[in-house]
Every structure is written in structure tokens, then in C-alpha cells.
């Protein structure tokens, strides 16, 4: 099983936690991280510039589906931005860990 980061944004705090929350307790994943960023982006032919809370979910990569779909389940964006990367190079005993808690 190969270690991955699963990342999206939402607008509100609140919304960040309870994806977090519902993730790591469902066991989809290990881990969730929040952070406020801030995004400029093209929404429906305009600029947007706002601050928004970037999810990171730690799981792996057998897990991807049902992480995306648990993530568009609960997302109140209509395009919610989801996107993964592999990690490539991980302590051994923290992949296992992500491994083991993302089963």
C-alpha cells in the first residue's frame, strides 16, 4: 500500500473540520490536516481571490475512491477541487502507520 495525500479546499472552517472528522473516524484516513490559505482562481468566467482552509488527508492509495467519494458526499462546493499526490519517499514506520489506520 502506498502512503498518499488526498487535498481539498472549502470556504468555512466548520466544513473543513467535519470532513476531517468524518474521514478519519469512517477510516478512510489516518489523518487530516487543516490550513487557512488563501486562493485565486477563474470561477465561471471571473477572478475570485478569497480565503479558503485546504484539507489534507493522509491514507492510501487502494483508498482513493471512497475517499473522493466520501469527500463529493460532503463538500458544498458544485466543482470541489480533489487531487492526490504519492508520497515518495516516507519513514517506513509512518507509511506503515498510515497504512494500518486507512484499512
Known sequence: MKPIAV????????????LARALVEAGLAACAQISRIESIYTWKDEIEHGKEYRVLFKTVDERYASVESAIRNMHPYELPA???????????AYGEWIAEHSA
Not at 487535498?7 to 467535519?18: E, F, P, S, Y
Not at 480533489?82 to 517506513?92: G, M, S, W, Y
Request: glycine letters at 0%.
Open 7 to 18: 487535498v481539498t479546499t472549502v470556504a468555512r472552517k466548520k466544513d473543513a473540520r467535519a
Open 82 to 92: 480533489i487531487h492526490a499526490f504519492a508520497f515518495e519517499h516516507v519513514l517506513p
